[in-house]
Protein backbone atom coordinates (compact mmCIF):
# COMPACT_ATOMS: atom_id res chain seq x y z
CA UNK A 1 0.00 0.00 0.00
CA UNK A 2 1.29 3.31 -0.86
CA UNK A 3 -0.16 6.18 1.61
CA UNK A 4 0.68 10.14 1.69
CA UNK A 5 -1.06 13.62 2.42
CA UNK A 6 -1.73 16.95 1.23
CA UNK A 7 -2.25 20.22 1.90
CA UNK A 8 -2.18 23.13 -0.05
CA UNK A 9 1.38 24.64 0.92
CA UNK A 10 3.17 20.69 1.64
CA UNK A 11 2.72 17.39 1.09
CA UNK A 12 3.36 14.22 3.82
CA UNK A 13 6.31 11.67 3.08
CA UNK A 14 5.50 8.84 0.98
CA UNK A 15 4.32 5.86 2.69
CA UNK A 16 5.15 2.11 1.41
CA UNK A 17 3.89 -0.35 3.54
CA UNK A 18 3.70 -3.74 2.60
CA UNK A 19 1.76 -6.85 4.52
CA UNK A 20 -1.49 -6.47 5.48
CA UNK A 21 -2.86 -3.57 7.14
CA UNK A 22 -4.99 -3.74 10.24
CA UNK A 23 -6.56 -0.52 12.01
CA UNK A 24 -3.36 -1.22 14.64
CA UNK A 25 -1.01 -1.06 12.22
CA UNK A 26 -2.33 2.07 10.49
CA UNK A 27 -2.00 3.76 13.75
CA UNK A 28 0.97 2.85 15.08
CA UNK A 29 2.90 2.75 11.81
CA UNK A 30 1.18 5.44 10.06
CA UNK A 31 -0.82 7.62 11.89
CA UNK A 32 1.43 8.47 14.69
CA UNK A 33 4.68 8.24 13.59
CA UNK A 34 3.81 10.64 10.15
CA UNK A 35 0.46 11.86 10.60
CA UNK A 36 -0.02 13.27 13.75
CA UNK A 37 3.42 15.04 13.12
CA UNK A 38 2.27 16.37 9.60
CA UNK A 39 -1.01 17.70 11.18
CA UNK A 40 0.35 19.38 14.06
CA UNK A 41 2.61 21.00 11.65
CA UNK A 42 -0.19 22.47 9.69
CA UNK A 43 -2.90 24.90 12.48
CA UNK A 44 -6.47 24.62 11.19
CA UNK A 45 -5.58 21.80 9.62
CA UNK A 46 -8.60 19.17 8.85
CA UNK A 47 -8.28 15.36 8.30
CA UNK A 48 -9.79 14.12 5.38
CA UNK A 49 -9.53 10.07 4.60
CA UNK A 50 -12.18 7.66 2.79
CA UNK A 51 -14.26 4.92 4.00
CA UNK A 52 -11.97 1.95 4.13
CA UNK A 53 -12.11 -0.45 6.59
CA UNK A 54 -8.67 0.20 8.09
CA UNK A 55 -9.46 3.94 8.39
CA UNK A 56 -12.71 3.74 10.16
CA UNK A 57 -11.48 1.13 12.13
CA UNK A 58 -12.26 1.73 16.23
CA UNK A 59 -8.87 1.93 16.68
CA UNK A 60 -7.99 4.66 13.94
CA UNK A 61 -11.05 6.59 14.91
CA UNK A 62 -10.10 7.04 18.23
CA UNK A 63 -6.81 8.12 18.07
CA UNK A 64 -8.03 11.14 15.23
CA UNK A 65 -10.55 12.47 17.91
CA UNK A 66 -7.99 14.78 18.86
CA UNK A 67 -7.65 16.43 14.95
CA UNK A 68 -10.49 18.20 13.46
CA UNK A 69 -11.41 15.72 10.59
CA UNK A 70 -14.16 15.93 7.27
CA UNK A 71 -16.48 12.83 7.60
CA UNK A 72 -16.38 11.25 4.27
CA UNK A 73 -19.53 10.56 2.09
CA UNK A 74 -20.00 7.43 0.28
CA UNK A 75 -18.91 6.75 -3.26
CA UNK A 76 -17.76 10.30 -3.77
CA UNK A 77 -13.70 9.64 -4.83
CA UNK A 78 -14.77 13.02 -7.29
CA UNK A 79 -14.36 14.92 -3.92
CA UNK A 80 -10.60 13.50 -2.84
CA UNK A 81 -7.61 15.28 -4.50
CA UNK A 82 -5.49 12.29 -3.49
CA UNK A 83 -7.43 10.72 -6.03
CA UNK A 84 -6.59 12.57 -8.98
CA UNK A 85 -3.12 12.63 -7.47
CA UNK A 86 -2.66 8.98 -7.41
CA UNK A 87 -4.58 9.18 -11.31
CA UNK A 88 -1.28 11.58 -12.16
CA UNK A 89 1.29 9.34 -10.98
CA UNK A 90 -0.17 6.11 -12.07
CA UNK A 91 0.15 7.78 -15.70
CA UNK A 92 3.24 8.94 -15.60
CA UNK A 93 4.67 5.24 -14.09
CA UNK A 94 7.32 3.69 -16.32
CA UNK A 95 7.52 -0.11 -16.47
CA UNK A 96 8.84 -1.69 -13.82
CA UNK A 97 10.04 -4.89 -13.59
CA UNK A 98 10.46 -5.29 -9.31
CA UNK A 99 8.53 -4.44 -6.06
CA UNK A 100 11.46 -2.62 -5.13
CA UNK A 101 12.01 -0.86 -8.62
CA UNK A 102 8.17 0.33 -8.58
CA UNK A 103 8.69 1.82 -4.80
CA UNK A 104 11.67 3.83 -5.87
CA UNK A 105 9.78 4.86 -9.29
CA UNK A 106 6.83 5.95 -7.29
CA UNK A 107 9.18 8.15 -4.67
CA UNK A 108 10.87 9.58 -7.01
CA UNK A 109 7.58 10.63 -9.04
CA UNK A 110 6.27 12.00 -5.63
CA UNK A 111 8.91 13.68 -4.68
CA UNK A 112 9.18 15.50 -8.02
CA UNK A 113 5.52 16.24 -8.45
CA UNK A 114 5.02 20.05 -8.68
CA UNK A 115 3.17 21.79 -5.65
CA UNK A 116 1.32 23.75 -8.35
CA UNK A 117 -0.04 20.56 -9.42
CA UNK A 118 -1.67 19.74 -5.82
CA UNK A 119 -2.94 23.45 -5.49
CA UNK A 120 -4.74 23.13 -8.91
CA UNK A 121 -6.47 19.75 -7.63
CA UNK A 122 -7.27 21.66 -4.44
CA UNK A 123 -8.40 24.85 -5.91
CA UNK A 124 -11.73 23.53 -7.66
CA UNK A 125 -13.02 21.74 -4.57
CA UNK A 126 -16.01 23.99 -3.81
CA UNK A 127 -17.15 23.24 -7.01
CA UNK A 128 -15.96 19.45 -7.15
CA UNK A 129 -18.87 19.61 -3.44
CA UNK A 130 -21.32 21.29 -5.57
CA UNK A 131 -20.86 19.29 -8.19
CA UNK A 132 -21.54 16.48 -5.85
CA UNK A 133 -24.25 17.91 -3.86
CA UNK A 134 -26.16 18.51 -7.27
CA UNK A 135 -25.68 15.20 -8.33
CA UNK A 136 -27.10 13.41 -5.33
CA UNK A 137 -23.75 11.55 -4.21
CA UNK A 138 -23.25 10.47 -7.93
CA UNK A 139 -20.75 10.76 -10.58
CA UNK A 140 -19.44 14.54 -11.52
CA UNK A 141 -17.40 15.62 -14.35
CA UNK A 142 -14.83 16.09 -11.81
Partial sequence: MVWWAL???SRS???VMRGTLTGQRYVDDMLRPDVEPFL???????FQQ???RLHTARVALDFLRHFQTLP?????LDLSPVEHVRDQLK????SCHSVHDLELDVQDLWVHLPQENIRS??????NR????????GGPTRY
Fill in 7 to 9: AYD
Fill in 13 to 15: ILI
Fill in 40 to 46: NGLPGSI
Fill in 50 to 52: DNA
Fill in 72 to 76: WPARS
Fill in 91 to 94: RQMP
Fill in 121 to 126: LINPMP
Fill in 129 to 136: VAACIAAG
